[in-house]
């Protein structure tokens, strides 16, 4: 047994991650105060007029403030179900192929669009997506499609966004279920074969049923998103054209904060998603310590 | 080898077709634009650039390095990635080690993890963060972009888990030999966890050479961006007068090839790290994804 003074290492050691992270994040969430003052930044926090919840009632009362909500659940759930089904079925299949190298291209490719940012895919997207003379409509065009403004048609945008972190970051989700199925118990398919199952019984009896734990967990964590519709991909492909359908909390909390300077609304909003947020993710991470065995810590 | 019946190969033949198609549809966009970046000002506007350079020029490229927003923001990324790096690896390694022994060796074990945890859970949210770092003084500095991410608690759960692994011995045997815990760090745990500590690096140098939006509030001034978020202001805002009109190489560049070929100079530092980067994806990550 060591003695107390042994500690003293530990406790320096963590000092500096302490102080950095006590006044990142710890005094912004003081900070939240703001969401409860007319906050006037030369007044400062501590002389801002408390307003207490004008803010939220401002917030209830925009016109937009409903369709907003609604944009941001809708598409972070469309993200969530396509995010989960489209990578279930690529490692799928992935595991059919027999050819290594084959195997690895496909790979090394569908990785990576997940490494770049939406500024530069923003920038590509915007490139290819183009109605005058993008590749994508001209392709479309080869059909006798009319040029669809997918990034300027407020019917399409949501799908588009929807397509494009999809596109984004399938592959990448692949890995997961990748190394989950290398981890199904190899006997369970000779078994299978003996008692005369097809790959395909094989695929339905051993792997599905070898995959639901991960499933399941990835299911039940994705609930903590329901309210992240992805601020960075919507903020760089975005426009006024679209507000109606694309505008989600999060670009409304940045418009109203940091255009409109109206500090203590933005924190408002903000905040309302945060408690949201947390309770969904506390709820999951409870759901997924009791039905999947996962511990964060 | 058993014989493949018609079913199987009509699946497998299939399968092959889906996923070409799959790995196509990723990488397709992406040669398309660089195809554009490498093109002629009218081949570009005419549409008639596929997958090859029509006209082939450098011309674009040539320009976007001739302007110096795009090489300042070039050398305001290199500096943000390495100070970025520095603080954060050198954060996550004083935070893992603590935070990897048992509650035997430190009490309060427990209270420092939830001091971590919190921050994953919940935060202040754009504006007081934003009132925070101005409060502070860091504004259009270079620490706003490195200070308010300094200890990213998903990396220090990822090498404190892989510190947990490490066998204990070791350890026991230097503490016998009167080492304290600095030198069981340097000497022992950060040597035997270079696996796990390379692929923290190269998932750092990407996330800082990638941020954006923190540039983009925190500076003021356009001459302290990111080359990310100086993209940010030209690619997304649809500005037709980019390219300035007195400039000699008009005639040659048009705001769209010159912004592929700004989104390629970006993107080339992600290309040269990739195939290392793709080493460590299926080792020690699956753990960090599923924290995700």
Same mark, same amino acid.
């Given at each position: 047994m060591r003695k107390k003074w042994q500690e003293i290492p530990l406790h320096v050691?963590?000092?500096?991650?302490?102080?950095?992270?006590?006044?990142?994040?710890?005094?912004?969430?003081?900070?939240?105060?703001?969401?409860?003052?007319?906050?006037?930044?030369?007044k400062g926090i501590f002389h801002s007029k408390w307003v207490g919840w004008d803010n939220f009632q401002y917030?209830?009362?925009?016109?937009?403030?409903?369709?907003?909500?609604?944009?941001?659940?809708?598409?972070?759930?469309?993200?969530?179900?396509?995010?989960?089904?489209?990578p279930i079925v690529v490692a799928l299949l992935l595991n059919e192929v027999a050819g290594a190298w084959f195997k690895r291209t496909v790979q090394t490719i569908i990785y990576f669009p997940h490494f770049l940012s939406w500024v530069i895919?923003?920038?590509?997207?915007?490139?290819?997506?183009?109605?005058?003379?993008?590749?994508?409509?001209?392709?479309?065009?080869?059909?006798?499609?009319?040029?669809?403004?997918?990034?300027?048609?407020?019917?399409?945008?949501?799908?588009?966004?929807?397509?494009?972190?999809?596109?984004?970051?399938?592959?990448?989700?692949?890995?997961?279920?990748?190394?989950?199925?290398?981890?199904?118990?190899?006997?369970?398919?000779?078994?299978?074969?003996?008692?005369?199952?097809g790959r395909w019984k094989q695929t339905l009896y051993?792997?599905?049923?070898?995959?639901?734990?991960?499933?399941?967990?990835?299911?039940?964590?994705?609930?903590?998103n329901v309210l992240n519709a992805g601020f960075e991909q919507v903020f760089n492909l975005y426009s006024p054209?679209?507000?109606?359908?694309?505008?989600?909390?999060?670009?409304?909390?940045?418009?109203?904060?940091?255009?409109?300077?109206?500090?203590?609304?933005?924190?408002?909003?903000?905040?309302?998603?945060?408690?949201?947020?947390?309770?969904?993710?506390?709820?999951?991470?409870?759901?997924?310590?009791?039905?999947?065995?996962?511990?964060?810590? | 080898?058993?014989?493949? =019946?018609?079913?199987?190969? =009509?699946?497998?033949? =299939?399968?092959?077709?889906?996923?070409t198609i799959a790995a196509l549809l990723c990488i397709l966009p992406l040669i398309n634009v660089l195809a554009i970046s490498f093109s002629s000002k009218s081949a570009a506007a005419a549409g008639f650039v596929k997958l090859w350079p029509v006209d082939f020029t450098l011309s674009s490229y040539k320009y976007a390095l001739s302007k110096h927003e795009f090489l300042d923001g070039f050398v305001v990324s290199l500096k943000r990635v390495a100070l970025g790096y520095a603080v954060n690896m050198l954060l996550t390694i004083l935070t893992a080690y603590p935070l990897s022994k048992e509650r035997s060796s430190l009490r309060s074990r427990h209270y420092y993890a939830w001091f971590f945890i919190v921050t994953m859970l919940f935060n202040g949210g754009l504006i007081p963060t934003y009132m925070t770092i101005k409060e502070a003084?860091?504004?259009?500095?270079?620490?706003?972009?490195?200070?308010?991410?300094?200890?990213?608690?998903?990396?220090?759960?990822?090498?404190?888990?892989?510190?947990?692994?490490?066998?204990?011995?070791?350890?026991?045997?230097a503490f016998m030999d009167g080492a304290g815990h600095w030198r069981v760090l340097w000497r022992i745990y950060c040597p035997l966890s270079l696996p796990a500590i390379a692929t923290i690096t190269l998932f750092t140098l990407v996330a800082h050479w990638n941020s954006w939006f923190d540039g983009l509030i925190y500076m003021n001034s356009t001459s302290n961006y990111p080359l990310q978020s100086y993209l940010q202001t030209i690619i997304v805002t649809s500005d037709l007068n980019a390219v300035a009109s007195n400039d000699l190489l008009v005639t040659e560049v048009s705001d769209r090839t010159f912004k592929a070929a700004q989104v390629f100079l970006a993107a080339l530092p992600v290309l040269v790290v990739y195939p290392f980067l793709q080493k460590f994806f299926m080792k020690g990550l699956v753990m960090g994804s599923v924290k995700g």
């Open positions: 050691m963590l000092l500096p991650g302490v102080l950095l992270t006590l006044i990142f994040s710890y005094i912004p969430i003081a900070g939240i105060a703001i969401a409860f003052q007319k906050f006037q930044p030369a917030m209830l009362d925009m016109p937009n403030f409903a369709s907003v909500l609604w944009n941001t659940v809708f598409i972070a759930v469309m993200k969530i179900v396509a995010g989960l089904v489209i895919l923003g920038g590509i997207m915007i490139d290819v997506l183009s109605p005058a003379n993008g590749i994508v409509n001209q392709f479309l065009g080869l059909f006798g499609i009319e040029p669809i403004f997918f990034l300027g048609n407020e019917n399409w945008f949501p799908f588009t966004l929807v397509a494009t972190d999809t596109w984004k970051h399938f592959g990448y989700s692949t890995i997961i279920y990748l190394a989950a199925l290398t981890g199904i118990d190899q006997h369970l398919y000779e078994a299978a074969t003996v008692d005369g199952a051993v792997t599905l049923p070898g995959l639901l734990p991960i499933i399941t967990l990835m299911t039940v964590l994705s609930l903590g054209m679209v507000y109606s359908t694309g505008d989600i909390i999060d670009t409304l909390v940045y418009r109203i904060g940091m255009v409109e300077s109206q500090y203590g609304v933005a924190t408002a909003v903000g905040l309302f998603k945060s408690v949201i947020s947390f309770g969904l993710i506390v709820l999951s991470n409870r759901l997924a310590s009791r039905y999947a065995g996962y511990r964060v810590f | 080898m058993q014989k493949l =019946t018609a079913g199987r190969k =009509t699946f497998l033949i =299939t399968n092959y077709v889906v996923l003084g860091l504004l259009d500095s270079i620490w706003s972009l490195v200070l308010p991410g300094a200890v990213p608690v998903f990396n220090v759960i990822l090498l404190m888990n892989f510190f947990r692994e490490l066998p204990k011995e070791i350890e026991e045997a």
